[in-house]
């Protein structure tokens, strides 16, 4: 792999808790994702990033993290996270870890040391305890601030499993730089940084949203950057949600992160005029920093693609998620085939959320007894949240668990994912999977890092060319369109009607 691997890397990633299950409790484990590298060997991506698997109460699907230093029982130990690190590296895959520096977990020990010794002591400075609560809403909804038995309250901007540390107390920073050497020593090989403009706060400000971006947070990403240095080759990603392309292009300058998700993409609506403006800002804010863009369609956060692109509505918007609205998922899919050969053709580096590979749609009928997700429980039951896209993947076999596990998985696989499976895929040579092990492939060759060029194209289509010479065309319109002179069609995203391109369908050419 070249030395800038990240550059240009197809990156996979892992919720462990739905990837696989090795020992039959129905949960996804190390155990099972380590059974299961070949696979990711095989479908050609470069590295994984995987969720959070610390010790957990799972308040928050382990966002709530209890020991940064060490595994969740659930998921395995430190010795076999180890190996796993090794293994992947055999294989060529490179590991990308989350690490959550705004919030920690009730059942940390700093938290219940602080709870332990009672207000005005150092042990609540690495917290913001007050004694009277603030007004600030919970993201999860609800309010922001919680009473403890003594009477003081703490912040929390998600679950009230998840206390915000202070970023104003030095020793916080020590603890992440500590974490940080922690986990390179280990041979990691980057970081995706969990909601990573909200760790400063202005409580004095009077903005209710007096936390987003703010400029102090800049600092904790230079020393995190100049720590990573002493290290080869070794990442920092961040999770940076808002709008402003200026401002989040400040956290790629060279000595702050090496790259962030593209959420702007994300949220993009399936709109040739949007995607192109997308695209064009993306490139623009990117290229003059020397950071690749990365292109990313889905997580574990969002809903799946392949149901968003099938709604009426296609963009994505957290504050209003649609959850359960009507999609067609026919189209969807059709469109999710080509938004994945379009992300894979642009410059820089590409997520794929675990199951995008298979197609596989928003479950949207998990009983409500059986959701996890604090957005369910906070928002009263009115907001179903983010369970229906972390439904185990469906491996082989006619019904569930579908090889997931020899349990019954934390959350039910419909029925109908028989036709979804790896083993069904693997099998069909048009199937979903197919065409990402076939774009993963030639992607590794000819694509990734690099620079685009515009084709002159009918407003309604996207076309362009690669260093390589591998062109990209994406009809988004009604009408069939003509595809330009090439020597031959490399891959399509759904059949080609001769020289013809049918609406929402993608091709790569040379
Ligand atoms: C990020 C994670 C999300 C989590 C939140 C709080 O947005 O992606 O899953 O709930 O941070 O840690
Ligand atoms: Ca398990």
């Given at each position: 792999?070249?030395?800038?691997?990240?550059?240009?890397?197809?990156?996979?990633?892992?919720?462990?808790?739905?990837?696989?299950?090795?020992?039959?409790?129905?949960?996804?484990?190390?155990?099972?994702?380590?059974?299961?590298?070949?696979?990711?060997?095989?479908?050609?991506?470069?590295?994984?990033?995987?969720?959070?698997?610390?010790?957990?109460?799972?308040?928050?699907?382990?966002?709530?993290?209890?020991?940064?230093?060490?595994?969740?029982?659930?998921?395995?130990?430190?010795?076999?996270?180890?190996?796993?690190?090794?293994?992947?590296?055999?294989?060529?895959?490179?590991?990308?870890?989350?690490?959550?520096?705004?919030?920690?977990?009730?059942?940390?020990?700093?938290?219940?040391?602080?709870?332990?010794?009672?207000?005005?002591?150092?042990?609540?400075?690495?917290?913001?305890?007050?004694?009277?609560?603030?007004?600030?809403?919970?993201?999860?909804?609800?309010?922001?601030?919680?009473?403890?038995?003594?009477?003081?309250?703490?912040?929390?901007?998600?679950?009230?499993?998840?206390?915000?540390?202070?970023?104003?107390?030095?020793?916080?920073?020590?603890?992440?730089?500590?974490?940080?050497?922690?986990?390179?020593?280990?041979?990691?090989?980057?970081?995706?940084?969990?909601?990573?403009?909200?760790?400063?706060?202005?409580?004095?400000?009077?903005?209710?949203?007096?936390?987003t971006d703010l400029d102090e947070v800049h600092e904790i990403y230079r020393g995190w950057r100049r720590l990573a240095d002493e290290y080869d080759e070794r990442i920092l990603v961040g999770e940076v949600w808002f709008p402003d392309q200026e401002r989040f292009a400040r956290y790629l300058r060279p000595d702050e992160l090496h790259t962030a998700f593209n959420f702007d993409f994300l949220a993009c609506p399936w709109e040739p005029a949007a995607l192109r403006r997308s695209i064009e800002q993306t490139l623009d804010t990117h290229i003059p920093l020397g950071a690749p863009p990365t292109w990313v369609l889905s997580n574990h956060d969002v809903a799946r693609v392949v149901t968003r692109y099938g709604r009426a509505e296609t963009s994505w918007d957290h504050g209003n998620r649609r959850d359960g609205a009507p999609s067609d998922l026919e189209l969807g899919h059709r469109r999710a085939r080509a938004a994945a050969l379009l992300a894979m053709a642009l410059p820089g580096s590409v997520y794929v959320y675990q199951g995008e590979e298979l197609g596989l749609p928003e479950v949207d009928d998990i009983p409500g007894e059986l959701r996890q997700d604090p957005m369910w429980t906070r928002s009263g039951h009115t907001v179903p949240g983010r369970d229906g896209c972390r439904v185990p993947l469906p491996w082989a076999g006619e019904e569930p668990p579908f090889g997931f596990g020899a349990g019954e998985p934390w959350l039910p696989q419909p029925e109908d994912w028989r036709k979804l499976t790896v083993e069904a895929q693997t099998a069909d040579l048009g199937?979903?999977?197919?065409?990402?092990?076939?774009?993963?492939?030639?992607?590794?060759?000819?694509?990734?890092?690099?620079?685009?060029?515009?084709?002159?194209?009918?407003?309604?289509?996207?076309?362009?060319?690669?260093?390589?010479?591998?062109?990209?065309?994406?009809?988004?319109?009604?009408?069939?369109?003509?595809?330009?002179?090439?020597?031959?069609?490399?891959?399509?995203?759904?059949?080609?009607?001769g020289d013809e391109l049918p609406s929402d369908t993608a091709v790569w050419l040379t």
């Open positions: 792999m070249p030395e800038t691997w990240w550059r240009g890397a197809a990156i996979y990633q892992v919720y462990l808790r739905s990837f696989a299950d090795g020992n039959g409790d129905g949960i996804g484990d190390l155990a099972g994702l380590r059974t299961r590298l070949p696979y990711l060997a095989d479908l050609g991506v470069n590295a994984v990033w995987l969720n959070p698997w610390y010790p957990s109460p799972m308040a928050d699907g382990g966002y709530d993290v209890a020991d940064y230093r060490d595994i969740e029982p659930v998921f395995g130990t430190l010795a076999e996270a180890e190996r796993f690190i090794g293994e992947a590296h055999a294989l060529g895959i490179k590991v990308i870890i989350d690490v959550v520096p705004n919030h920690s977990s009730t059942a940390s020990a700093w938290f219940e040391e602080a709870l332990a010794a009672g207000p005005g002591s150092p042990a609540r400075e690495r917290f913001w305890f007050r004694d009277e609560p603030g007004d600030w809403k919970s993201i999860f909804g609800g309010p922001a601030w919680t009473q403890v038995p003594d009477g003081q309250w703490y912040l929390h901007l998600f679950d009230p499993g998840q206390p915000d540390f202070n970023w104003t107390n030095p020793e916080v920073h020590a603890e992440f730089h500590d974490v940080l050497r922690f986990w390179f020593d280990r041979g990691v090989d980057g970081i995706r940084i969990d909601s990573a403009a909200v760790l400063v706060k202005d409580f004095d400000g009077g903005d209710p949203d007096g936390y199937s979903t999977l197919n065409l990402y092990r076939a774009a993963l492939r030639l992607r590794r060759d000819r694509l990734g890092d690099g620079t685009l060029t515009w084709l002159q194209s009918r407003p309604d289509v996207l076309a362009f060319t690669r260093e390589s010479g591998l062109t990209c065309v994406v009809n988004l319109g009604a009408d069939p369109v003509r595809l330009p002179p090439h020597e031959s069609v490399l891959l399509a995203s759904g059949p080609l009607d």
